[in-house]
């Protein structure tokens, strides 16, 4: 996490070693950097893939933008895409 933003703190990395995921990892790492934010009264912001958009949703981010990037293809073979997304202060 920073503070690279004004009035923001931003997730900038979270990755999870994939013979590891979906065992609760991302979510406790996640849980502790919220936890900082909610303690600092910030809001988070980060920019997600698709794949990674259910994980931040389940987590209370809101997609407040999705922009596309035209003739990028992903590594899933469609056009690339992201979320940029926030968690209000809990
Ligand atoms: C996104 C990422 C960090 C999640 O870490 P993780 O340890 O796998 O996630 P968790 O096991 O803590 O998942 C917590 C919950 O989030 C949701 N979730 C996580 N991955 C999901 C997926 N691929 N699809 C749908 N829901 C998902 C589920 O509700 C999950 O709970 P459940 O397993 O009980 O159903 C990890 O998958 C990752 O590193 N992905 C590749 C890199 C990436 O996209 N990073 C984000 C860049 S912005």
Avoid: N
């Amino acid at each position: 996490m920073s503070t690279v933003l004004t009035g923001l703190i931003e997730l900038s990395q979270l990755y999870v070693d994939p013979d590891y995921q979906r065992q609760g990892i991302g979510q406790r790492l996640l849980e502790w950097g919220l936890k900082q934010a909610d303690e600092d009264g910030y809001p988070v912001y980060l920019e997600g893939t698709t794949s990674a958009k259910p994980f931040y949703e389940k987590a209370g981010f809101a997609t407040k933008a999705e922009p596309v990037f035209p003739g990028v293809v992903g590594a899933d073979g469609a056009e690339y895409k992201q979320y940029f997304m926030l968690r209000p202060v809990a």
